[in-house]
């Protein structure tokens, strides 16, 4: 190890399949954001509004495959792919670390979001088709990849969870 590391998270490359383009944002409920479709700039660190998205509600639940609990969330990240970007670089192996790439950034949000206390899940169940839809992708050159939810966690469900810690300690489970 002579050389310091370019990025403070673990990374493929500057060709990442998933950056910069890849992070999409579904803004639901933050203050001061309107709700709709964001792209993450990260060489600026800035938000860039895209579109609204018609039912919102509806439409990213429909995406998630129904999975309501998850599309309550204030902000779903969906990261999308750009294979290219990873196989002129990796050949046969671009998909295996574009893979690991996505989970190393799934990661990283688990820890941001730890440690300003939300919540957040990893969600592989997705429809492909409505999220390439929302997001403008054309489901080819680029593709919705990964999904993580993230939002406020009420203090009635922190109560539940610690009594599921106990439970599962009590039970030596
Ligand atoms: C890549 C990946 C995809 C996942 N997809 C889903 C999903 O679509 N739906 C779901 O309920 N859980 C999914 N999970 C699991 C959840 O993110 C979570 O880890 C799991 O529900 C266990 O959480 P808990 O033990 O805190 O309840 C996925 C996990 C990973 C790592």
Known sequence: MNKPSNYENVSIGEFTPVAPGGHHLIIRKVDGLKPGAYHYLPMDHQLEFLHEIENLDETVNE????????????????????PYRAEWRYG???HRVA???AGHMAENLYLACTGIGLGCCAIGAFQDEL??????????????LYVVPVGTVRSCDKAEEQSFYKFVEEEGL
């Open 131 to 144: 999220c390439n839809k929302m997001l403008t992708l054309d489901g080819e050159e680029e593709f919705a």
């Open 63 to 82: 995406s998630l495959c129904g999975q309501s609990w998850a599309a309550k969330a204030n902000v779903l990240f969906y990261w999308s792919m750009v």
């Open 99 to 101: 893979l690991m790439d």
């Open 92 to 94: 046969i192996y671009a």
